[in-house]
């Protein structure tokens, strides 16, 4: 059974950080390029940042320089190091999981909200 589940999100003011964590279970970890994503209420789902398995990484425009994505194998989990929130960072954010040689093999997790607001 394949599990990711996030953690670290919550309230936090703008130009705090936040640091979310996403372990995965019953997958090769190795074999996965690792995503994060974010919903905002009335919007569509986007990529906020991906870590391939090996560590090429995408950032969108408005994460960069702001935000960072790690991964650590012998853990199967990646992070998102998020800093200089801003309220427009405000969603929920799901870990994803895509196989290196299908992206039909893809999972997802539960979702974490993240609040940026004062």
């Known amino acids: 059974q394949v599990q990711l589940v996030e953690s670290g999100g919550g309230l936090v003011q703008p130009g705090g950080s936040l640091r979310l964590s996403c372990a995965a279970s019953?997958?090769?970890?190795?074999?996965?390029?690792m995503g994060w994503h974010r919903q905002a209420p009335g919007k569509q789902r986007e990529l906020v940042a991906r870590?391939?398995?090996?560590?090429?990484?995408n950032l969108v425009d408005s994460a960069k320089g702001r935000f960072t994505i790690s991964r650590d194998n012998a853990k199967n989990t990646v992070y998102l190091q998020m800093n200089s929130l801003k309220p427009e960072d405000t969603a929920v954010y799901s870990c994803?999981?895509?196989?290196?040689?299908?992206?039909?093999?893809?999972?997802w997790g539960q979702g974490t909200q993240v609040t940026v607001s004062s």
């Open positions: 994803n999981a895509v196989h290196i040689r299908s992206s039909r093999t893809n999972y």
């Open positions: 870590i391939s398995n090996s560590g090429i990484i």
């Open positions: 019953g997958i090769i970890f190795n074999l996965y390029t």
